[in-house]
Structures are given as C-alpha cells and as structure tokens.
C-alpha cells in the first residue's frame, strides 16, 4: 500500500516546526515515530500534502528531572520510557506501561508525544498521564502554554492542541505508588481495557487518589466514583473491591467492536481497577 | 517542486547515495531498489513483522518507515547477517532446531531475535516470546523458534548445546 505523494521536511528546531506548519495553511502534519500516521496514509485515510519530520530536534528527545519534575521530550520512544533508569527510579509506572506498548518493533519506533498527541482510544500512555496529573507542555506561534492531562484529552482522536502547535514535553512530579493495569488485544496490544491507578499514602490513609481509564471509551479519563471510594479510607482489600466494583459505572460511549462488547468492556473496568489499585497499594 | 530527496543509507555495511521520493517505504528501497529480497512484506499495516530489520542497531518493521526517515542510518537486513559465509548463531539456530517451515516470517524473526539477543545475552523462554512478539508466524506454533533462540542465546555466550 502506497501513501499519496507528499513533500518531506526535517525540522531542526521546534520553533523551525511551527513555522512549517504555519506555512502549509492546515495541509500539513507532523512526523514523529510514524507508528501511527505511516498506516493511515498507508490507507489514504490521512492524505498530508507536506510531513514535517520532528523525529531529530535533539530538544524534544530525553527523559530529566529538574526541580523536583520530571521531564520527558516528546520524541523519547516508548523503549527508551520502558528502559530509563530514572523512570523506574521516580516514576516507575510510566517504565511499566511502556513495556507493555505494542511490541519490541513499535517501542523502537514510537514516541510518547505522538501516541499523546494522536490519542488512541486504546493507547496506554494518555491514562497513565491523567492518573500521574502530568502537565502537557505545547509550543505554537504565540509562545508556551500548558495544559494538564485530564482536560488535553476531549474526545476520541480530539486533543486541546491547536494545528500550528507542537506537543514538546510532559511534566509530573516522582509517583511510586501507582500502577497500571491492561487487558490487551492479542495481536495489537491496544488495550482493550487499561486502568492506572495513583496514589498517595501517608500513615496508613490514601490522601489522595486519581484512577483513569483508557480503552473503554472514547479518551482516556478519571474515574471520579472510584477516587471518592478511597480517599480517607485504609487501602485494604475491602475498601479495594468496594471502590473498584463501580468502576465505569459513569462512563458513557462504551466502545463495543470486534474485539469486545461494551457489556464485557464494562466488566473488565471492574477487574482492571480492582487489579491496578491492588497493585499500587501493594508498591505503597 | 522537486519529488525526490536526496539520502544516503548504509546497508549491511555498504553505504548508498539515492534519490527517493518521500513516500518510498524502507521495506521498498531494501527490495526493490537494492534487490534486497530477502526482507518480506508479508501483512503491510505493520502487524506481522516480517518485514522487520535493524535500523541503528534496533530491530524496526521496515513497511512503517520512510525511506527518508532513515537517511543517515545504519541499517542490518536478513542478508547481513552472515559473516564469510559463516552463518550468524541465530541463522544456525532455526538451522538446527527447525525453526521455520515455510520461510515466509523467517527473515524477521531471525532480526527479531538478533535485537532480543543484543539486549539480553540469556532470556528466558517468557522474554525469548515476548521478544518476538511483534513477528508472526502461520506455520510453526514458535516452539521450535523459541527452541532456535535458545540454542542461539547458548551459542553466543560460548556455551555449547
Ligand atoms: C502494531 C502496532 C501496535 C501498537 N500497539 C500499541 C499499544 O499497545 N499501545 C499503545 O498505546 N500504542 C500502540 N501503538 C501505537 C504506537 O504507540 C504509536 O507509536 C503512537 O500511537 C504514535 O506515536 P508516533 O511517534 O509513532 O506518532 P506518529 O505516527 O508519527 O504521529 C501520530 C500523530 O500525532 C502527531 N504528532 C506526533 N508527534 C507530535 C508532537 N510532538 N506534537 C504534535 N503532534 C504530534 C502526528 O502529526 C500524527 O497526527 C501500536 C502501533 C502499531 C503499529
Ligand atoms: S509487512 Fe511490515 S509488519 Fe507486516
Ligand atoms: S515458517 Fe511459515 S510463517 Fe513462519
């Protein structure tokens, strides 16, 4: 399967991106793994008449901390999320996650800026970003501007991010006690249903807690029934089940297709809550 | 407006100066312009595998890359394994314990293996099937690839089988 032709450009530099895509009046896209565009236009379902090569701008690549953040660059590949010392370190979950992206091929190749930017409704990362309250850092033509993960994902392949502008980073504090949870598709590893879950414990009592789906509907989003279950509460099996077992009852737009009804997507938010909050209390 | 862009790629350690048009997929300059056979497509939506290589050290399906996006790279294929006419372990290992019957995923597998190998000198049989879990095979059931991994894993850390 060919693509219709297009022009190809290498950005040197972000601000070199943004001036691409101002230029190309809308008819532009960006290339970062191609781990989702490239089979689209694969199947002339995208039809860019410019692509703008991100995949080389040394300031969007690399995973640092600073001032007690955690900074990871748009092109940094999910292989490189699932390998980083510093992830497993601080922020294990989003190592964990990773490795369960696709398959060794994909993670070589994929970034964790395109499958935000892209938002799948069964990708992995964009749950792991709500749960974890991670910033999204864009840049466009009027300068920086950030926007928390909970409200970056809208609808289904719908982001708050403009054309002209380029996701460069995500921002979070250190998480140790979250995990992620996923029933994935046999072939594909999309998640069917993927649950994260984080949480803080101090003294015994979950202080705060943000449990976020992906897979069931049609962005990724919290699970606001399950948090007020558990916050102020013990984290024992009791108060686990009990939080888990409304699990999606708020979710609306269940997908149902070929690879699960919205009865058994709905059965499995149950299990995959119950599983990620026993996991996090487990790492706690 | 000019169509082609000029790269240079090095191939199993030759290095090629061309020009391509954006839309070349790697898996077809490998095939058609370098008649580099030996890398399949087998499903084209990025699923199976078959087309797998090594770009910069890094086992990737080759039908989801642009041949632009690997201008400056080193890329491994199925034909550049073998070193004087001596095959690579893991080649010898589908060798020895069967680990294809119709071929068609083979080449893949074998890079797929050759990445796993890189990474991880002594996996298990889990990380050996996790390690090719983006290659699919309609023939073999794996065991006998997870058999030829394994012998191969075995060979390249000097312990006989
Ligand atoms: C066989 C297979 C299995 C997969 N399995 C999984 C899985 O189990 N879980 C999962 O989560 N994902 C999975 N994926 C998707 C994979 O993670 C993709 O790599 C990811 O969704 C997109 O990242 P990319 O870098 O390849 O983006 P690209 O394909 O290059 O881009 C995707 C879109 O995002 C835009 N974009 C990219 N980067 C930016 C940026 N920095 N700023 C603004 N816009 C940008 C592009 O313009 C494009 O519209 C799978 C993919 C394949 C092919
Ligand atoms: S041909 Fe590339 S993955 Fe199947
Ligand atoms: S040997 Fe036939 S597909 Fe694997």
Redesign the pocket.
């Known amino acids: 399967m060919i693509p219709t032709k297009f022009a190809y450009r290498r950005a040197a530099s972000i601000d070199e991106a943004i001036r691409l895509l101002q230029e190309s009046g809308g008819e532009a896209?960006?290339?970062?793994?191609?781990?989702?565009?490239?089979?689209l236009m694969k199947l002339r379902l995208?039809e860019p008449a410019l692509l703008i090569d991100?995949g080389r701008i040394p300031d969007?690549r690399g995973i640092r901390e600073r001032d007690g953040l955690i900074e990871i660059g748009?092109?940094t590949t999910?292989h490189e999320l699932a390998t980083s010392e510093l992830l497993r370190r601080l922020a294990p979950v989003v190592s964990e996650a990773a490795a369960?992206?696709?398959?060794p091929q994909?993670r070589h190749?994929?970034?964790i800026?395109?499958?935000l930017?892209?938002a799948?409704p069964?990708?992995?990362?964009p749950a792991v970003m709500v749960a974890i309250d991670a910033e999204i850092h864009l840049k466009g033509p009027n300068g920086w501007r950030t926007v928390p993960a909970e409200s970056f994902f809208q609808d289904l392949f719908t982001v708050d991010?403009q054309p002209d502008?380029?996701?460069?980073a995500v921002k979070f504090r250190p998480v140790w006690h979250a995990a992620y949870a996923k029933l994935?598709?046999r072939a594909?590893?999309?998640?069917i249903v993927g649950v994260c879950a984080a949480l803080a414990i101090e003294n015994g009592t979950i202080r705060s807690a943000r449990v976020a789906v992906t897979g069931a509907s049609t962005h990724a989003q919290r699970l606001p029934n399950v948090e007020e279950r558990l916050v102020g509460r013990q984290p024992t099996q009791a108060v686990i089940d009990e939080a888990a077992s409304v699990a999606g009852d708020t979710l609306e737009d269940v997908n149902s297709d070929i690879h699960a009804s919205e009865e058994y997507r709905r059965a499995m938010v149950k299990v995959f809550t119950r599983r990620a909050l026993e996991r996090a209390v487990a790492r706690a | 407006m000019s169509d082609l862009v000029p790269i240079s790629i090095t191939v199993n350690g030759r290095r090629y100066e061309l020009e391509v048009e954006p839309r070349l997929l790697l898996v077809h300059l490998l095939r058609e312009k370098l008649l580099l056979t030996g890398t399949h497509v087998g499903c084209d939506t990025?699923?199976c595998g078959a087309c797998t290589v090594l770009l910069d050290g890094r086992s990737a399906?080759s039908c989801?890359v642009f041949a632009v996006q690997a201008d400056g790279s080193e890329v491994v294929t199925i034909e550049g394994l073998e070193r004087d006419g001596q095959l690579h372990p893991v080649q010898e290992g589908f060798w020895e314990e069967h680990g294809l019957q119709c071929g068609y995923c083979t080449p893949g597998m074998i890079v797929s293996v050759v990445d796993l190998l890189n990474e991880n000198p002594n996996p298990t049989e889990a990380e050996i099937r996790a390690g090719i879990s983006?290659n699919f095979c309609r023939c073999t059931g794996y065991q006998h690839i997870v058999k030829a991994a394994q012998y191969a894993a075995a060979r390249m850390r000097g312990v006989s089988s």
């Open positions: 896209k960006l290339l970062a793994g191609g781990h989702s565009l490239i089979p995208s991100i969007l748009a092109t999910h369960e992206i696709g398959d994909v190749r994929g970034t800026g395109g499958s930017a892209h799948d069964a990708a992995d990362l991010m502008e380029v996701l460069a994935h598709q594909s590893h999309y998640a | 990025s699923q399906k989801t983006g």
